[in-house]
């Protein structure tokens, strides 16, 4: 036990751990400022010899050291490796961070750069052996994203750590499958558009992933959810494909039966199956056709979130858009949306369900043609114009309108949206911004 006096305080070695000495402050009456604990905390370092030997931690008022950040740029960078070395990310990088852009350099940045990249696989690692929901967050991809953008070179180190978490979920010793979709899902991400990564993630990716399917032999329903995000991870892979629409199926067949016995749910979970449950749309289809108001609004959102078969599904959509209550035109428009550039043949159809007597349709109609396109869509453009007129009366119409004329390209309606970035309403504001910006 060694002690160090300081006027007005007492520094007091109490512990030795990771080759860092661990202090504690105890104050006598001293001047609580932010200046005052700068000056003690300054004090201290030169004193226990901060730069030489080790770095010392404030056990009891971990903060304080940040209110002391020496002016020489390189005996910050010094103490910003010494921290690295001892695992001490977080403050390393609040002690850089705090220096002038241009003042960090070439070797600054590399510096700042490691010690994000340390934190982001403090947090991944977390991620992958904590049981704690609150740790399941990726609050890595903060600092990842922070470390490439500073040295562009870890790119390749982060995708070679994900690869070998991936292999050690398929040698058995990682078991959850989210983490396997999220690990899974980044290492495409970063490795997409760099030819010298892209290569090794696929094959890597279609090695895990037909691994992590051939052990779901009676997939739940959790477990589809998960199968889902992995078809859209490798949607070219006719194998991945095949397995995981073998384990869908039993599945689908499982969710029409428990709709015809009653249950609402199950409409939600074929809607969740998406493009996986095609099979199902001939038999909503006639659902739909068969049963009442209540029950027929349910197999509407699930006919647009599967987005199957068009012939069949668009004709029995435009039915229900002309002869339904407004629950149901609401309902069938956003189906209609969904469903994007294969529902282009019902455009003439939403432009006359833009003079519907129910607001809502209306305002979903204009969604719906910005979404689906095309040049039938342009003859609502129009319609779309003299909606800005009633930027105060009718925001979520205009707002609306002001998108879909961004996403058609109408050039026209620009002077409109330029007087429109002054509106009152930020929601009028931002759209103005962003259909200014599709449109250009």
Known sequence: MVSLFIPNA????????????FVELEYDSIDDSPASRGNLVKT???????????????????ELWTYWKPENITTRFNMAKRLLKLGCSVEAINLLTSCERSELGEEGRKILAEGYFMKALTEKDRRIHSSSSWDKIGTWRYYIA???????????RW??????????????QKTEP???????????????GYPELEECAKETLENFT???LDGLINGNR???????????????????????????????????????????????VLGDYGELADSSTPWLVEFILDNDS????DGIKALGRIKGNPSLALPVLIKFLKDGDWKERRLTVEALANYGTAAQSTIPDLVEALQDEDDGVRELATYAIGEIGGKDAQEAIPFFLDSLNHADDQVDLCYNAILTLGKLGARQAEPELLELLNHDSKQIRFASAFSLVLSI
């Open 10 to 21: 007492k520094w007091e070695i109490i512990e030795i751990r990771r080759s860092s000495v």
């Open 44 to 62: 201290a370092v030169l004193e226990l010899g901060f730069l030489d030997e080790k770095f010392y931690w404030l056990t009891e008022y971990p």
């Open 146 to 156: 922070n470390a490439i953008a500073l040295d562009s070179s870890l790119r390749k």
């Open 159 to 172: 995708v070679e750590e994900l690869s070998q978490n991936l292999k050690d979920y398929q040698s058995g």
């Open 178 to 192: 989210e983490l396997f979709l999220e690990l899974s899902s980044e290492l495409q991400g970063f490795s997409e």
């Open 210 to 212: 037909n691994s992590f």
């Open 222 to 268: 959790w477990e589809i959810y998960e199968l889902i995000l992995l078809k859209e991870l490798l949607p070219e892979n006719k194998v991945t494909a095949n397995k995981i629409q073998k384990i869908v199926e039993p599945n689908v067949e499982a969710e029409k039966i428990s709709i015809m016995n009653g249950s609402t749910y199950s409409f939600r």
């Open 294 to 297: 209540y029950r027929r609004r």
